[in-house]
Structure formats: structure tokens, C-alpha cells
């Protein structure tokens, strides 16, 4: 869970754990935060540092996507010997805020081995306007900024903007160029097989874990839309648009699926609207089948080598 933490000592906000990772030593994570509390226009540098054996592997989570919003400008990592067994590494991420407001930085999972690993909590970022001093610094800038007096700077100041904007013009057409192509290139490609979009939605849907949490109502309604519309896509009957019993009675008659199938659409889909809109509450039992079942839909009904995807279409049809 994203925790914020206001600890600043000397610019300088930190967490840390460590968990043993052998007979005689141990890996010890932190992560710090310099400086915890910057003005809008000013990068923070936030670091994962883990200290362990040197014959360990460790692997650090991608914070890329973790940072509460905040962009990120660069990533560096360093690895530093310790004596003769152990080594220090550091994964640096330069953040670089545009708004001001508290950002909270996910926690850090970090693993080793097989099976071990600890999970440390990251400070947070606050992101504060400029100060007075600061403004009044920043208008003195500007004032002593002016353009150059000298002709001579003055042509050639103006000379390297029109280059620098034929060169942004250039690179911008480039761009547009490219953009074009690779949609061009995704317009005139296949889309992917039904089977493998579901297999894919399936996979994802696993990966969100929702069982586990007792989200059981999103968990129900993504599940049994990702059966309407393999259904849609694979058979060209209009799934998702129908009701349970609209639908039940269209596959009935339309001689596309056998009567084993026909029962376990039955019971899957009648099982998942009594979630959806009777109030029933499975079990995480009850949940992980329905979830098999529709796995079993799909590995049983993806065409065999002999068969063309378009078979069952042209049936229904």
C-alpha cells in the first residue's frame, strides 16, 4: 500500500529493511529521496540502494510507471564493490515534476534467490511554489538577461534560431512520417485471431488479482465480457449485445456448439449474472472456475489445423 512519508533529514528522505539472505549475510534495501521537498522547476533524485552478497542475484522493480505521476527525466544504476563479498547498487530515477502538490512513490519489492525478497516503503515528494526570494532571484535573472548590443552577436543569435528551427522542422516532418507509416502499417495488417485476444484479456484479468481481493462484481462483469466477445469475434454471433437469455436461446439454435458447451455457457453466464445483479457473493472457489470455464470454452473451440476460422461463421451465417 503507498505510504507517504515526511521524514527529511538534512535534504534527505529515506526508508529501509533487510531480510537475511544466506547463513552469514544479509540484503539490506533503502530507498531515498534528495532532496523531499523542491520547488516545480527543480529535479529530485530518487534512488533504490541495496547492499548484499556479491554471488546473490537481485532484481530491482521497474519504478518507471511507479513515481505517483511524476516524470521521469533520466535512469542510472551503479554498482559498487564492497570489500571482497559484498556489493552496493543503486538505481537512480531523476524526477522532474511540473505540477506542484504531493506525489506518493510506490512502495519497492525487492527480490533475490528463489523465493526471497522484502517489500520497502518510499518516501514522498512534495513539489511546493517558488518562494518569494526565489521569484524576486528569477525576475533579476531575466533583467540581466537582455539581448546582446554588439551586431555582430546579434546576426549571428539569429542566424543559429533559423537553423535550430529548420532542423525542429526537419525533425518534425520526420516524425509525422513515421507516424504515419507504422498506422498505415496497422491498418493493412490482419487483426489477431479471437482465441488469442481472449487468451491475452484472459491473462490480464488474472494478473489484476481481483479473486484474491473479493472484488468480485468487476471481477464477473470482465470475465463474462471477455466470453461475449471471443463468442462475437470467433463465432459472429452478437454476444455482447444480447441478454443471458437472448443469447442462450440464439447459440441453441444456431447448431454451432455442442451440448456440453451449451451447458457451460449456461451455467457460466447464469452463475455470473446472479453476481451482477442479484447480490450473490462467491467464493474464491467459485470464482477461480468460472474462470476455468471460460478457459476451456476458448481451448476448446480455437479451430483445429484442418479447420478455417471461417467455418463457423459461414454455419451461423
Request: hydrophobic letters at 45%; proline letters at 7%.
Amino acid at each position: 500500500m503507498t505510504t507517504w512519508l515526511g521524514i527529511a533529514l538534512l535534504a534527505c528522505a529515506s526508508a529501509a529493511a533487510s531480510a537475511p539472505a544466506g547463513a552469514d549475510a544479509t540484503v539490506e534495501v533503502r530507498t531515498q529521496l534528495v532532496p523531499p521537498v523542491i520547488p516545480y522547476h527543480r529535479h529530485a533524485e530518487y534512488s533504490i540502494v541495496v547492499e548484499a552478497p556479491a554471488d546473490v542475484e537481485v532484481k530491482l522493480p521497474d519504478m518507471l510507471e511507479k513515481t505517483g505521476g511524476v516524470p521521469v527525466a533520466d535512469v542510472r544504476r551503479d554498482t559498487k564493490k564492497l570489500g571482497k563479498n559484498r556489493v552496493r547498487i543503486t538505481e537512480t530515477y531523476v524526477l522532474d515534476p511540473i505540477f506542484t502538490g504531493k506525489y506518493a512513490i510506490k512502495p519497492v519489492e525487492v527480490t533475490w534467490g528463489e523465493n526471497e525478497g522484502v517489500v520497502v516503503a518510499s518516501p514522498g515528494l512534495a513539489v511546493r511554489d517558488l518562494t518569494e526570494a526565489e521569484k524576486a532571484e528569477a525576475e533579476k535573472f531575466a533583467d540581466n538577461a537582455g539581448p546582446a548590443s554588439a551586431p555582430g552577436l546579434v546576426k549571428q543569435y539569429w542566424r543559429w534560431i533559423a537553423i535550430a528551427a529548420a532542423v525542429a522542422a526537419a525533425l518534425a516532418a520526420a516524425v509525422a512520417w513515421a507516424v504515419w507509416l507504422r498506422k498505415r502499417a496497422e491498418q493493412l495488417a490482419p487483426p489477431p485471431p479471437a482465441w488469442e485476444v481472449a487468451y491475452r484479456r484472459l491473462r490480464e484479468l488474472d494478473e489484476r488479482h481481483l479473486a484474491e481481493a473479493g472484488r468480485y462484481e468487476p471481477y464477473y462483469v470482465d470475465l463474462s465480457a471477455i466470453l461475449r466477445y471471443y463468442i462475437e469475434d470467433r463465432f459472429h454471433l452478437r454476444a455482447p449485445e444480447q441478454t443471458t437469455q437472448e443469447f442462450l436461446a440464439a447459440s441453441s439454435t444456431s447448431g454451432l456448439f455442442s451440448s456440453d458447451h451449451e451447458q457451460l455457457l449456461s451455467d457460466l453466464l447464469k452463475h455470473s449474472d446472479r453476481v451482477k445483479f442479484a447480490q450473490y457473493v462467491p467464493s474464491v472457489p467459485e470464482m477461480e472456475r468460472s474462470f476455468a470455464s471460460v478457459l476451456q470454452f476458448v481451448d476448446e473451440t480455437v479451430p483445429k489445423p484442418q479447420e478455417q476460422p471461417g467455418e463457423a461463421a459461414e454455419a451461423a451465417a
